[in-house]
């Protein structure tokens, strides 16, 4: 049998575990990374939309000067269909040099990829998780190929993706969870007018639709109900430009080209951090979050950071211990609660018809745009979470 003991044991070598590995090692604690996909799978064709405070983190682990093709998002504007009320974010008013970034996934994980391996952490591919066991002093994680490997602390950041069974501590019933009804149509569409590095976000009954600016053209996330995104995802690329012109509006002109189009459902899926004994969930292992206002992906690299902190801040023998575990979900409960709640408020106000609402949202636009406290509060809480 083979097991050794690591100080902390990572499931999941995506960014989100990447980026725990690295500050771990920043903190000096040994990591041990162990990823179910193999060294050479297929590079995710997926758009990041990263937050300048998740930009910092990477700066303090080396790896933000390393990535490709990145995007800055230097404004943002806000609006909905059919509707009075528009509202400006800047990165300027914000004193930041850009509010976000965009970027191929494949740019951060192949990136971050080469960090790991510069720093000499140890990285399994392909050793896919069977179970974890959770004892008082240990986890003993078993993958799937017979081998085990015991730690203190386990940490489970795999996207949620994991098929351990309830013993991983992977997928837990969620505390609470949303089926918005709703199906992101996601592409590259190319518009009759440059970006200039603005980013859209449009609110419409059917649900938000939002261009961020990646390289010359714009990553497209138009969201709609479940049989209208299928039906869009499927037309030509001739009528799906015409639909999304009538959809979006013509503030970037007209769309001239789209590239290939996936769907994904939307859902709100919250387990929260509490921990059992040595195991932890973070990232989208702990939380599912709508894609509006990019909170999700950003929330996970925090929860990343803060634990790698935590544990720095911890002594030894008291790593992975119950008391740092209740520690570590305090820590997190308001930013991951207030990005739950931020999202879903946006969702649920925005995606209706309804005849007050709809004037009630169109003036609350209008009193972000004019006010710059309140555009301040929303700008850094977009930027740093819920305690920005």
């Known amino acids: 049998m083979d097991e050794?003991?690591?100080?902390?044991?990572?499931?999941?070598?995506?960014?989100?575990?990447?980026?725990?590995a690295l500050a771990l090692q920043q903190q000096g604690i040994l990591a041990h990374v162990l990823e179910a996909q193999p060294a050479d799978a297929r590079a995710d064709t997926r758009t990041l939309a990263l937050s300048h405070g998740a930009r910092l983190i990477l700066e303090r682990l080396g790896v933000w000067g390393a990535l490709e093709d990145v995007t800055p998002i230097r404004r943002i504007h806000i609006s909905q269909r059919?509707?009075?009320?528009?509202?400006?974010?800047?990165?300027?008013?914000?004193?930041?040099?850009?509010?976000?970034?965009?970027?191929?996934?494949?740019?951060?994980?192949?990136?971050?990829?080469?960090?790991?391996?510069d720093a000499g952490i140890a990285v399994e591919y392909g050793a896919a998780v069977a179970r974890i066991e959770s004892g008082a002093d240990m986890a003993t994680l078993h993958a799937v190929d017979g081998s085990t490997h015991a730690a203190p602390l386990v940490v489970v950041a795999d996207g949620g993706r994991g098929g351990h069974g309830k013993e991983a501590h992977a997928a837990p019933a969620p505390r609470f969870e949303r089926d918005y009804d709703q199906t992101a149509v996601v592409c590259e569409v190319r518009t009759?007018?440059?970006?200039?590095?603005?980013?859209?976000?449009?609110?419409?009954?059917?649900?938000?639709?939002?261009?961020?600016?990646?390289?010359?053209?714009?990553?497209l996330v138009w969201t709609a109900r479940k049989e209208d995104a299928e039906r869009l995802a499927q037309l030509a690329d001739p009528e799906f430009l015409a639909a999304l012109y009538r959809h979006f509006g013509g503030r970037q002109g007209l769309f001239l080209s789209a590239g290939p189009r996936k769907a994904f459902p939307l859902k709100l899926a919250y387990s929260g951090s509490e921990a059992a004994e040595?195991?932890?969930?973070?990232?989208?292992?702990?939380?599912?979050?709508?894609?509006?206002?990019?909170?999700?992906?950003?929330?996970?690299?925090?929860d990343a950071w803060e634990l790698a902190s935590l544990c720095g801040d911890t002594p030894a023998g008291e790593i992975g211990s119950a008391a740092m575990l209740r520690a570590y979900a305090r820590g997190r409960r308001v930013d991951v609660l207030g990005g739950?709640?931020?999202?879903?408020?946006?969702?649920?106000?925005?995606?209706?018809?309804?005849?007050p609402l709809?004037?009630?949202?169109?003036?609350?636009?209008?009193?972000?745009?004019?006010?710059?406290?309140?555009k301040s509060f929303v700008a850094r809480r977009m930027i740093f979470g819920a305690r920005g």
């Open 4 to 20: 050794r003991v690591n100080t902390v044991l990572i499931v999941g070598a995506g960014p989100v575990g990447a980026v725990c």
């Open 82 to 117: 059919g509707a009075l009320g528009v509202a400006r974010l800047s990165a300027e008013e914000a004193s930041v040099p850009a509010l976000g970034y965009v970027l191929p996934y494949a740019s951060l994980t192949a990136a971050l990829k080469r960090a790991l391996a």
């Open 192 to 219: 009759e007018l440059p970006h200039a590095n603005q980013a859209y976000e449009r609110f419409t009954p059917e649900g938000p639709a939002a261009l961020l600016p990646k390289g010359d053209r714009y990553a």
């Open 278 to 302: 040595r195991v932890v969930r973070i990232g989208n292992a702990a939380q599912t979050l709508h894609p509006v206002a990019g909170q999700g992906f950003n929330i996970g690299l925090r």
């Open 340 to 355: 739950v709640g931020f999202t879903d408020f946006l969702v649920r106000v925005f995606s209706n018809d309804i005849a």
């Open 358 to 374: 709809r004037h009630a949202r169109g003036l609350g636009l209008l009193a972000l745009d004019v006010l710059p406290p309140l």
